[in-house]
C-alpha cells in the first residue's frame, strides 16, 4: 500500500486498488463512538454496538478508522478499540509507544535553532541511545553570522544519568568538523576548516512519551591550526520526537 | 436334622458365594472386565472429547499513516527584491493528533531590478537563485469539516506552523523563522490539500543597514498520506 501510493505521488496517477484483507474485530464495550475525523474534535455521528464486527482499514496517530458490517464508516479512538475481540476470541493488543517502548526507545529525531558565539544558528540532529545512560548523536550544525557562515557536523557521546525522569539531564562529549567561509564583500578573508572538540550539558523535558523538548549548552574549541585555539559558545533549544 | 440341613445350606451358600465373586481367586479378572467395559482410546480423567476446530487465523497488518510527503508551489515575496515563484517538496510526521513536525526545501528566484532602474544594482545579475530549507513544528487547531453541496464533506484542519531554516542567496546563509499558518482538507484519507500563509523573517545588511527583513509566502500544496 505504501509503496504503491508512494509511487502514485511520484507519477500522479490514480489509484486503482484491488481487494484488501482488513483486519475484522468484535466490540466489547456497550458501543464504540465513530467519528468524522481522526480527532478528539470531530463530531461522533455513528455508533457501533457491542457484539458488531469492524474491520479496522487504517490508522493515523491514536485513531482508527473502521467499517461496520452494514458499511458505515468512521474513525474510533485507541481506547475503545482495546476492548474489541479478535476473530480467535482474544483481545486486540494495539501496538502503542507504551512503557515498554519508552524504556527501550532508540532512535530520536529533533530540531534546534539558537545563538553560536552570538551569531544566530540551526541544528538538526538524530541520536541513537545505546542503553539506558549512553547515547550517541549526530549534529549539524548551520551558523548565518554577520560577516560568515559556518557548518559544523559532530559526533558525540552524552551520559543521561537520569534518563527514566520526564527532566532527563545529560553531559555531552564529542569531536567533529568546522567549516567557516567569510562572505563574498570581505576583502582578504580567508575559509576556515578545522577539526573541532566539543563538550556541553544538556536537559531532556518529555513533553508526552515520544515528544521532547531539549536545550542545549555546548563549547566547541576550534583546532584552528598549531598554535592557535578558538572557543565558541553555543546555546540551542529545540524539539525532538523519537519512533 | 434340621440343624444339621440349616447348616449343609449354609455352608453351600457361603461356598457358592464365595465362589461366585471370585476376586479373592481370580485377582487379575476384574481389572480385565473393566477395560473390555471402557473404549481404550479415553484416557482415565477426560469425560468429553471437545470436537472444537481451532480457528489459526492470519492477522492482517493495520494500515499506519502518519508520515505525510508533498510538493508546493505558490509565491514568495522577498523584502526589497520581488516577488517570485516558489517550488517547494516537504515531507512532516504527525506525532499525534494534535502535533507534527515537518520539513521542507524550496527554490526561488530574486531580482534587484527596481534597483537596477536607478543604476544601483545589488546582485551580480538581475535574477538570482534563492534555496530554503527549514524544520518546522506544527499545532492543529480548529479540526472540522469542509462541505462540498449538500453530498460531499471533507475532513479539515486549521494549523499554526513554526519554524526554523535558512534562506540562501547571492552566497549569504540567512537564519530564517518561520511563522504561519493554514488549512489542510482531505478529500481522500491519504490526500491533502493545503493552503498556508507563511512570513519568513531572517535579518540581513545587504542594503547597509542591519534589520529585520519580512518575507511573506503564500502556497497551495498537496501531499499523500503514506
Not at chain 1, 480467535?88 to 502503542?96: E, P, Q, T
Not at chain 2, 515563484?85 to 494534535?98: F, P
Request: glycine residues 8%.
Amino acid at each position: 500500500m505504501k509503496v504503491i501510493r508512494l509511487a502514485c505521488l511520484l507519477l500522479l496517477i490514480p489509484l486503482a486498488m484491488g481487494a484488501v484483507a482488513y483486519q475484522r474485530v468484535q466490540v466489547q464495550d456497550p458501543y464504540m463512538d465513530m467519528h468524522t475525523g481522526p480527532g478528539r474534535g470531530f463530531p461522533a455521528v455513528q455508533i457501533v454496538e457491542r457484539g458488531e464486527w469492524v474491520e479496522i482499514l487504517m490508522r493515523k496517530t491514536d485513531w482508527f478508522k473502521v467499517r461496520t458490517e452494514n458499511g458505515k464508516e468512521g474513525w474510533v479512538v485507541r481506547s475503545q478499540m482495546e476492548k474489541t475481540l479478535t476473530g480467535a476470541g482474544v483481545r486486540k493488543n494495539f501496538r502503542d509507544v507504551l512503557m515498554d517502548d519508552y524504556l527501550n526507545r532508540r532512535l530520536e529525531v529533533g530540531f534546534a535553532a539558537g545563538r553560536f558565539d552570538g551569531d544566530p544558528s540551526l541544528s538538526v540532529r538524530s541520536s541513537y541511545r545505546f542503553n539506558n545512560f549512553i547515547v550517541g548523536e549526530i549534529n549539524l550544525s548551520q551558523v548565518s553570522g554577520a560577516f560568515s557562515s559556518s557548518r559544523i557536523v559532530d559526533l558525540s557521546l552524552q551520559i543521561a544519568p537520569y534518563s527514566d525522569n520526564r527532566f532527563s539531564p545529560y553531559f555531552n562529549l564529542g569531536f567533529g568538523h568546522f567549516k567557516n567561509e567569510p562572505k563574498a564583500p570581505l576583502v582578504n578573508a580567508l575559509d576556515t576548516s578545522a577539526t573541532t572538540a566539543v563538550v556541553g550539558v544538556g536537559l531532556r523535558v518529555y513533553l508526552t512519551r515520544r515528544f521532547i523538548v531539549r536545550a542545549d549548552f555546548k563549547n566547541y574549541v576550534v583546532m584552528i591550526d598549531t598554535d592557535r585555539n578558538e572557543e565558541f559558545q553555543q546555546w540551542l533549544t529545540g524539539f525532538s520526537f523519537f519512533f | 436334622m434340621l440343624n444339621k440341613g440349616i447348616c449343609k445350606i449354609l455352608v453351600l451358600l457361603f461356598l457358592t458365594s464365595f465362589l461366585a465373586t471370585g476376586c479373592s481367586l481370580h485377582p487379575g479378572r476384574g481389572n480385565d472386565q473393566k477395560s473390555q467395559e471402557v473404549p481404550p482410546e479415553e484416557a482415565p480423567g477426560q469425560v468429553i472429547d471437545p470436537a472444537v476446530e481451532r480457528r489459526d487465523i492470519s492477522v492482517p497488518k493495520i494500515d499506519t499513516e502518519n508520515w505525510e510527503i508533498g510538493l508546493y508551489a505558490g509565491v514568495l515575496s522577498v523584502d526589497d527584491f520581488g516577488s517570485r515563484a516558489i517550488y517547494g517538496a516537504r515531507a512532516a510526521y504527525h506525532v499525534s493528533e494534535d502535533f507534527f513536525m515537518e520539513g521542507a526545501y524550496a527554490v526561488s528566484t530574486v531580482v534587484d531590478t527596481s534597483f537596477r532602474t536607478i543604476g544601483l544594482p545589488i546582485f551580480p545579475n538581475e535574477e538570482e537563485d534563492l534555496k530554503f530549507y527549514s524544520f518546522s513544528l506544527g499545532y492543529n487547531f480548529l479540526p472540522g469539516e469542509v462541505f462540498v453541496g449538500t453530498k460531499w464533506a471533507m475532513t479539515s484542519s486549521m494549523y499554526f506552523i513554526f519554524g526554523v531554516g535558512n534562506t540562501e542567496f547571492i552566497g549569504e546563509d540567512e537564519l530564517t523563522y518561520s511563522v504561519g499558518f493554514g488549512l489542510r482538507v482531505l478529500p481522500r484519507d491519504y490526500l491533502t490539500l493545503r493552503i498556508e500563509a507563511k512570513d519568513n523573517i531572517f535579518e540581513s545588511d545587504l542594503l547597509g543597514t542591519n534589520e529585520y527583513k519580512h518575507n511573506m509566502e503564500f502556497n497551495l500544496g498537496f501531499s499523500v498520506f503514506f
